[in-house]
């Protein structure tokens, strides 16, 4: 099933809270932002239990997490690192005392033990696990255990995630019998889901207007290529690279190497003529007699250009005069979208309240 990520993440959550019997499993193409979905449904899921959510440096999660009674563990592994002794453990002989001799498995201290703890354990590129691993991991999300030397505490939840086979990321075809176990959810890109997380997460405004003047150039993923290519995660870097104010020289290569050769150029293009822009100081200071942008491109630029200028009610008022001077209506609704959704404080000034009632048949 091909969902976009507001639908995966609402599926996953429903499928966590209420479903014992299958464990949902994200696939999607690389850097698409499969394990930062991870992130937002652990978060909703901490906020439905009312508890804290731990979890190690940068938000990567930590291996034998121990969370307390308010708090919500969270632990990882990207299977395609591990061996099947890893979790499978080393098998060992113990002589009892009768003298018979039992053979037990020496696990690693890797895995959550605490028994009245809470948690998600992440089993990340689960396709990339050799057939033995997925079949040790198949038991672990369908019997919560791993042979009889661990038991998985009853308050963790199992999310898996992975690459398409077709994608050549080093994926295996996932066993049928571990696939019967699975909620398989197919995550694919959406430009307008993207840019409203990107308004919120300070994406560099070229880039906002170049995804909403060119949404195809978000995903362009193609296996027999090698280097970069345009994905959430790319554009993510591209855009820390830009906001760095990087030299002149460097970017180029840069965003090629980020973005592959064909993206970075027409985005880089689509940034040239931005120079051609009227400057949102004169835009801000007599919006109706600053010069309008002819080209679609520019329109676009322009629009983004002012998304960082605004800075209180009176700039929101007179940039928004001057973008409803464009001949399309649809400019104005990205303006004030892309604007409230990235300072919400504006959805409160007259300036937006009054546009709103004027467009009321249209959603921001």
Known sequence: MKLKATEVVEAVLHNLIHCVESTPL?????????????????QLYADYLKLKVIRGVRGIPDHNITPKKNELGYCGFRLGLYETIDFG?????????DNRYLQKRALLDNLPTDPN????????????ASP????????????????????LPIGWKVLMAGNLSSDRAGSNRLLTHFQSACLRLE???????????????????????????????????????????????TWHQSSEFLSGEPRQTLIQPVLEAYLGEVCAREFQTFCAFQNDLESPKKILSDPKKAKLPERTE?????????????KNSKDFEN??????????????????????????????????????????????
């Open 319 to 364: 940039a928004l005069t001057y973008v409803n001077r464009f001949d399309a209506k649809e400019y104005a609704v990205l303006f004030v979208k892309a604007l409230t959704t990235k300072k919400k404080s504006f959805k409160k000034t007259s300036v937006f309240l009054d546009w709103h009632i004027k467009n009321q048949d249209i959603l921001v």
């Open 89 to 97: 453990g080393v098998p060992i002989v113990e002589k009892t005392k």
């Open 298 to 310: 520019l329109q676009y630029a322009s629009v983004a250009s002012l998304l960082s200028a605004v």
């Open 26 to 42: 994200i696939i999607g193409s690389p850097a698409i932002g499969k394990t930062a979905l991870s992130y937002s449904v652990l």
């Open 187 to 233: 995550l694919v890109p959406d430009p307008k889901e993207w840019l409203n997380w990107a308004y919120q997460n300070d994406i560099h405004a070229d880039i906002l207007a170049f995804i909403s003047f060119q949404p195809q150039f978000l995903h362009q993923f193609d296996p027999k290529q090698e280097g970069g290519f345009p994905a959430p995660r």
């Open 132 to 151: 033995a691993l997925q079949n040790i991991f198949r038991q672990l999300i369908f019997e919560g255990r791993i042979g009889t030397d661990y038991k």
């Open 117 to 128: 703890s809470k948690g998600i354990l992440l089993c990340d590129e689960i396709p990339q």
